[in-house]
Nanobody
Framework: VQLVESGGGSVRAGGSLRLSCVVS????????MGWFRQSPGQEREGLAV????????YYFDSAKGRFTISRDNAQSAMYLQILALTPDDTGVYFC??????????????????WGQGTQVTVS
């Protein structure tokens, strides 16, 4: 399984972005997917999770309000829409996928597959 993120870049504060994560390979055992972010000098943090059976979503506190996670099964893709970007949103955004069935999948150890990340810089 490979996950490839895209959509990052340099953005002015107040703008918006939609990050994409395309999944390839055998995806039959993937039960949930999530977005994580690592800001400069900080540990990686969870942002949002989406489950593949019913598209249930879970948002970490830091992502509530401005972030929207979604999925397109036909495109084998997952998205993260971010509105009203601030410099604090600067960081590397990672997508990940997991195969367990532990709702809501808040912890990194629950994720089996990871992308390489896409850089977002807000100024």
């Amino acid at each position: 399984v490979q996950l490839v993120e895209s959509g990052g870049g340099s953005v002015r504060a107040g703008g918006s972005l939609r990050l994409s994560c395309v999944v390839s390979g055998y995806t039959g055992d993937i039960n949930f997917m999530g977005w994580f972010r690592q800001s400069p000098g900080q540990e990686r943090e969870g942002l949002a999770v989406i489950w593949t059976d019913d598209d249930s979503t879970y948002y970490f506190d830091s992502a509530k309000g401005r972030f929207t996670i979604s999925r397109d099964n036909a495109q084998s893709a997952m998205y993260l829409q971010i509105l009203a970007l601030t410099p604090d949103d600067t960081g590397v955004y990672f997508c990940a996928a997991g195969t367990t069935r532990q709702w809501p999948a808040r912890y990194e150890y629950q994720y089996k597959y990871w992308g390489q990340g896409t850089q977002v810089t807000v100024s």
